[in-house]
């Protein structure tokens, strides 16, 4: 098979985790494939490194940029000589006349509470998921959460299939006794409305915790990504915040290692890897009951908590803190039974699953 990958968006969060860690395993999976990537111009280097690991993988630099008028009419061009198209995300060009599977995280555009874009934009955001449910072979969603919206707001498409991401791209080690962590709060999220750091940050500054406790909210690089609010001007005035933009795997790995509590106040969320992260590097969570979050962190002691329950989100903080300054709870099992949980979720899964999903779609 030849297989052409749309991997031109999502580098710096979660779509380039799916790419830069299924990609290079199917093609090992699978050395008699011909795969080549489309990637952004910036990106070609990362891309590169990424799937170094498989001789089968060609990167393509690609010009058009996605969500872009010119991709409407010149992406069609690189199909020629595949047996089948996977894109990555679900923006496909309305015109797209050959094979294609698509990978549907979230419905996030046809969202207007939380994602708010002009009338044509969602028009468009529209018509292009009823292109996939139409044309599609096969429709991959990385959540029953994000199958059950799209069901309920598109229709079924012909083909379905749940895949979850994994989570076991940082490589931690064994987790470091939570009581021996520094007494940080941690974080990570793009600066996005629906990721809700007004409500956060006003929590933060009520909660009523030792001088001790800090806030480190992890944010991508503004340069590299389309910012919606200015996070800067929000932690100001919130007291003990610190923001830190474009970090390396191996820095938020470390971050997740030494930090006490995770904390995931979205609104919604497709799948919520950093929830996942957050189990898997041993911190205790406190999460939005929102979207997938419950569907992913199952089983795991985590304190859910509406996201829009502001009071509920200060004594959560209070309570969690409490909790590792204080009780006698033996917390290192708490967040050993957590990591069994996430570690359930692993990319070699994932990657196993999709390519199935290929497969079946050529045949």
């Given at each position: ?206 909660a009523r915790v030792p001088d001790d406790w800090v806030l480190t909210i992890v944010s991508p ?69 929102a979207g997938a979050m419950v569907e992913v962190a199952g089983g795991a002691f985590v304190q ?19 909790m590792i300054d204080h009780s006698g709870i033996d917390l290192d099992a708490l967040t050993a ?27």
């Open positions: 098979m030849r297989l052409l990958v749309d991997a031109r968006i999502g580098w710096g969060h979660g779509i380039g985790r799916v790419v830069g860690n299924t990609v290079p395993l199917i093609a090992q999976a699978h050395p008699d494939w011909r795969i080549d990537a489309l990637v952004e111009p910036a990106n070609v280097a990362v891309a590169e490194a990424a799937f170094a690991p498989a001789g089968n993988i060609a990167v393509i630099p690609c010009s058009v940029r996605a969500f872009s008028l010119a991709e409407q009419v010149r992406l069609q061009a690189y199909a020629s000589g595949h047996d089948l198209t996977w894109f990555t995300n679900y923006w496909v060009p309305l015109g797209w006349r050959t094979p294609f599977v698509a990978t549907v995280h979230d419905m996030l555009h046809l969202t207007p509470a939380f994602f708010p874009a002009s009338v044509p934009k969602r028009q468009l955001s529209r018509r292009t998921f009823i292109k996939v449910r139409r044309d599609a072979r096969a429709v991959m969603f990385v959540s029953r959460f994000t199958e059950h919206a799209f069901a309920r707001m598109i229709g079924l498409p012909r083909v379905a299939r749940t895949i979850p991401l994994g989570g076991d791209h940082l490589g931690y080690p064994t987790p470091m006794p939570v009581r021996h962590r520094t007494r940080r709060l941690v974080v990570v999220a793009a600066s996005k409305a629906h990721k809700n750091f007004p409500l956060l940050l006003d929590a933060w500054a009520q690089d503004d340069a590299a990504f389309r910012s919606s609010i200015d996070l800067s001007a929000l932690a100001h005035g919130a007291g003990r915040v610190e923001v830190r933009r474009g970090i390396s795997n191996a820095e938020l790995a470390a971050l997740y290692g030494d930090s006490a509590i995770l904390l995931m106040p979205s609104l919604y969320e497709g799948f919520g890897l950093p929830l996942l992260e957050g189990l898997l590097a041993g911190a205790l969570c406190i999460s939005s009951s859910f908590v509406n996201g829009f329950d502001r009071p509920g989100w200060t004594a959560a903080i209070e309570q969690t803190c409490a039974h957590n990591a069994a949980i996430a570690g359930r979720f692993r990319w070699n899964v994932t990657a196993r699953e999709i390519a199935a999903v290929l497969e079946a779609a050529v045949r």
